[in-house]
T-cell receptor, first 118, second 113 residues
Framework: EPEVTQTPSHQVTQMGQEVILRCVPI?????FYWYRQILGQKVEFLVS????????KSEIFDDQFSVERPDGSNFTLKIRSTKLEDSAMYFC????????????????FGPGTRLTVT | GIQVEQSPPDLILQEGANSTLRCNFS?????LQWFHQNPWGQLINLFY???GTKQNGRLSATTVATERYSLLYISSSQTTDSGVYFC???????????????FGQGTILTVHP
């Protein structure tokens, strides 16, 4: 069964460093997303991406964050200068270009990258 | 934005018991999904259920969109059902939506042998 994959599974970085989190969405999906979950809290939306551009972003997704689809398979999240409060689990998700009932798209999540900023 | 409330926040069961988890949301939705977060942190898709009723083995879900709630039923619970259950919705209020899911706070389920 196709699945979303993410690398690395765990990343430790020092405050102020740049990190790139990588995702390989399900191959025929066209809609891509990043979410994050601070330890013990709920999952929060960061950004959605379609047709090589950002469709929607949250208040969390400030100028320190960027996303890119550098080739036909990868989808990346870059944090330019990490802060302690960026420590979280980051989830990538993708959804099918063919809508299900009511014209909506089920999202499938990757296993996450746990980012620890020290 | 849309508000998503899940209840109860915590639930402790003996193996074999049944349970019902509830998700209330404050606006009309395009999409509603239920997830199980396992002890390793992975989000496992359980149901994609913007309306109606679905069943998958011991789990079933019902969404009454007009009344803005969804229920997740777990029957004959097993220790492997332990974890956090999240409801997530995509609002269709306010124009075009691009798939943004808003999650509830989750229900922490613990099943004892």
């Amino acid at each position: 069964e196709p699945e979303v994959t993410q690398t690395p599974s765990h990343q430790v970085t020092q405050m102020g460093q740049e990190v790139i989190l990588r995702c390989v969405p399900i191959s025929n999906h066209l809609y891509f997303y990043w979410y994050r979950q601070i330890l013990g809290q709920k999952v929060e939306f960061l950004v959605s991406f379609y047709n090589n551009e950002i469709s929607e972003k949250s208040e969390i997704f400030d100028d320190q964050f960027s996303v890119e689809r550098p080739d036909g398979s990868n989808f990346t999240l870059k944090i330019r200068s990490t802060k302690l409060e960026d420590s979280a689990m980051y989830f990538c998700a993708s959804s099918d270009p063919h809508p299900g009932d009511n014209g909506i798209y089920e999202q499938y999540f990757g296993p996450g990258t746990r980012l620890t900023v020290t | 934005g849309i508000q998503v409330e899940q209840s109860p926040p915590d639930l402790i069961l003996q193996e074999g018991a049944n349970s019902t988890l509830r998700c209330n949301f404050s606006d009309s939705v395009n999409n509603l999904q239920w997830f199980h977060q396992n002890p390793w942190g992975q989000l496992i898709n359980l149901f994609y259920i913007p309306s109606g009723t679905k069943q998958n083995g011991r789990l079933s879900a019902t969404t009454v969109a007009t009344e803005r709630y969804s229920l997740l039923y777990i029957s004959s619970s097993q220790t492997t059902d332990s974890g956090v259950y999240f409801c997530a919705v995509e609002s269709n209020a306010g124009g075009t939506s691009y798939g943004k899911l808003t999650f509830g706070q989750g229900t922490i389920l613990t099943v004892h042998p």
